[in-house]
């Protein structure tokens, strides 16, 4: 039972276009939303995270937004740069056990 | 600061043997978690240690386990390996249980059976 979902597997965007990753969730109980970047051969690091109290947070080219009525998520990369290829991953942490789970990861490709 | 390590990078078994991976926290973090990534299936929680016990745990058989030691620096273990163990397993760490302090990855242990 998939509880977070990233639906598509790759994105290609041209550069100095607008990214946007989504991401799905099925439980309630996630309170805490976070995304994360993967290179090839490294550990994902964090990217930006938002609470489910907020519908909006922004750092410098990226934003999150969160609807939680629908519960979805999207990271919004503006301008996207070559060097924003990478897999994204989007997170949810449950309220209740603090426990920190996964979507599947979506490819972006950044084309120059 | 140094960051999260794990070693080793890449280990290659055979079926029904067991294996032991190490991670090594940031220094300060007392929070451990592990993760396995496979093609199509994300990261999958494993478990979660802090302060040498075991907070949570993910759907895995018994088969994996793992513990913390007193310096926060964690261990996992796979025993019986079967094929399908074959993954990249990925450990983070934090500072403590916090929501609002994310994981820091180390870049992961490439394990394969074959």
């Known amino acids: 039972d998939q509880q977070v979902k990233q639906n598509s597997p790759s994105l290609s965007v041209q550069e100095g276009r607008i990214s946007i990753l989504n991401c799905d969730y099925t439980?309630?109980?996630?309170?805490?939303f976070l995304w994360y970047k993967k290179y090839p051969a490294e550990g994902p690091t964090f990217l930006i995270s938002?609470?489910?109290?907020?519908d909006k947070n922004e750092d410098g080219r990226f934003t999150v937004f969160l609807n939680k009525s629908a519960k979805h998520l999207s990271l919004h990369i503006v301008p996207s740069q070559p060097g924003d290829s990478a897999v994204y991953f989007c997170?949810?942490?449950?309220?209740?056990?603090?426990?920190?789970?996964f979507g599947q990861g979506t490819t972006l490709q950044v084309k120059p | 600061k140094a960051g999260v390590t794990q070693t080793p990078r890449y280990l290659i078994k055979t079926r029904g043997q067991q294996v032991t991976l190490s991670c090594s926290p940031i220094?300060?973090?007392?929070?451990v978690s592990w993760y396995q990534q496979t093609p199509g299936q994300g990261l999958q929680f494993l478990f979660e240690?802090?302060?040498?016990?075991?907070?949570n745990k993910g759907n895995f058989p018994g088969r994996f386990s793992g513990r913390q030691f007193s310096n926060s620096r964690s261990e996992m273990n796979v025993s019986t390996l079967e094929l399908g163990d074959s993954a990249l397993y990925l450990c983070?760490?934090?500072?403590?249980?916090?929501?609002?302090?994310?994981?820091?990855f180390g870049d992961g242990t490439r394990l394969s059976i074959l």
């Open positions: 997170a949810a942490i449950n309220g209740n056990t603090g426990k920190l789970i």
């Open positions: 983070a760490s934090s500072l403590d249980a916090g929501e609002e302090q994310p994981q820091h």
């Open positions: 240690y802090f302060s040498e016990t075991q907070r």
């Open positions: 938002i609470s489910s109290i907020k």
């Open positions: 220094s300060g973090h007392r929070s």
């Open positions: 439980n309630s109980m996630f309170d805490y």
